[in-house]
């Protein structure tokens, strides 16, 4: 299954994904506008057509290497770069917000040359310790109350890269694009490797009890790019924490609880005019 028919699908039944956990808890205002309304977005950040170039350059490198063994050169994985960042923003009729670090087109695309150059001469040595289960794979699982209920709701969730070590266990590897480095208590807490672990557990990648493997491979947006890979795991208990969010945030959807919730995130907000005017309208 593509991307994009795993998107469709997830659209046929009640879900809620790990995008929207995180849009609903950094500002329920910005959730009830971009996922209830469907307003269109009035300005978008270079970050977001940039890293979703970037990931489909590493996807294309590692669904190469998984389907024939083949590593491809560092070329073709920067044209796929540069094809879907310029697709994306010649495409695009909203007002983009470019950034210090990549402060125009030109700067975008050799930022990204530089961030994949060092990618690909650390990517190899996945093969001699890994195995690579799946990549960009989708899946959904129902959600279930703390108390063992069973709710109306899926968590769906596509994972960047599944590997399996040589003891046979799992290791789910997100790939982000950052300037700043993760510290170690940011992955220990970030709710979407507690949702893709409680993905794997509930599809039958790792028994129920076991803690799963997780990975952050985060490409960091530098003069001299770096790769910074943090590690982390995710217990029963934690998947089970998860779930008890995801379900409280559900409820708090169900009650129409949107409140805005100021922060440095409001500076590349796509609703930033939607979010005043909501405002004067509460006056």
């Given at each position: 299954?593509?991307?994009?028919?795993?998107?469709?699908?997830f659209n046929q039944e009640l879900h809620i994904s790990h995008n929207q956990i995180f849009t609903y808890l950094n500002c329920s205002l910005k959730y009830?506008?971009?996922?209830?309304?469907?307003?269109?977005?009035?300005?978008?950040?270079?970050?977001?057509?940039?890293?979703?170039?970037?990931?489909?350059?590493?996807?294309?490198y590692y669904r190469s290497l998984k389907n024939s063994g083949h590593i491809e050169p560092l070329k073709a994985i920067c044209d796929r770069f540069q094809?879907?960042?310029?697709?994306?923003?010649?495409?695009?009729?909203?007002?983009?917000?470019?950034?210090?670090?990549?402060?125009?087109?030109?700067?975008a695309m050799e930022m990204g040359n530089r961030m994949l150059s060092v990618f690909h001469d650390a990517a190899h040595t996945v093969q001699s310790v890994h195995e690579i289960v799946d990549v960009e794979l989708p899946l959904t699982?129902?959600?279930?109350?703390?108390d063992g209920q069973k709710t109306d709701f899926k968590l769906a969730g596509i994972l960047d890269l599944v590997l399996r070590d040589r003891n046979g266990e799992i290791l789910v590897v997100?790939?982000?694009t950052a300037a700043r480095p993760m510290a170690q208590s940011t992955a220990d807490e970030n709710l979407q490797m507690s949702?893709?672990?409680?993905?794997?557990?509930?599809?039958?990648y790792v028994f129920p009890t076991a803690p799963v493997n997780c990975r952050?491979?985060?490409?960091r947006k530098l003069k001299t790019p770096k790769l910074q890979q943090v590690s982390t795991t995710r217990t029963a208990e934690q998947r089970k924490r998860f779930a008890k969010i995801a379900n409280a945030i559900?409820?708090?959807?169900?009650?129409?609880?949107?409140?805005?919730?100021?922060?440095?995130?409001?500076?590349?907000c796509a609703y930033s005019n939607a979010c005043k005017a909501w405002y004067m309208r509460s006056r």
């Amino acid at each position: 299954m593509s991307k994009k028919q795993a998107l469709q699908a997830f659209n046929q039944e009640l879900h809620i994904s790990h995008n929207q956990i995180f849009t609903y808890l950094n500002c329920s205002l910005k959730y009830m506008l971009h996922y209830i309304e469907n307003r269109p977005m009035e300005r978008i950040s270079i970050a977001l057509f940039f890293g979703s170039a970037i990931h489909a350059a590493i996807e294309m490198y590692y669904r190469s290497l998984k389907n024939s063994g083949h590593i491809e050169p560092l070329k073709a994985i920067c044209d796929r770069f540069q094809t879907c960042l310029e697709l994306d923003l010649d495409n695009t009729s909203v007002p983009i917000i470019y950034k210090k670090d990549t402060p125009d087109r030109k700067a975008a695309m050799e930022m990204g040359n530089r961030m994949l150059s060092v990618f690909h001469d650390a990517a190899h040595t996945v093969q001699s310790v890994h195995e690579i289960v799946d990549v960009e794979l989708p899946l959904t699982a129902t959600l279930y109350t703390d108390d063992g209920q069973k709710t109306d709701f899926k968590l769906a969730g596509i994972l960047d890269l599944v590997l399996r070590d040589r003891n046979g266990e799992i290791l789910v590897v997100d790939n982000k694009t950052a300037a700043r480095p993760m510290a170690q208590s940011t992955a220990d807490e970030n709710l979407q490797m507690s949702a893709y672990a409680y993905l794997l557990a509930a599809n039958k990648y790792v028994f129920p009890t076991a803690p799963v493997n997780c990975r952050f491979d985060i490409l960091r947006k530098l003069k001299t790019p770096k790769l910074q890979q943090v590690s982390t795991t995710r217990t029963a208990e934690q998947r089970k924490r998860f779930a008890k969010i995801a379900n409280a945030i559900l409820n708090a959807i169900s009650a129409g609880i949107f409140l805005p919730q100021p922060s440095w995130m409001c500076g590349d907000c796509a609703y930033s005019n939607a979010c005043k005017a909501w405002y004067m309208r509460s006056r």
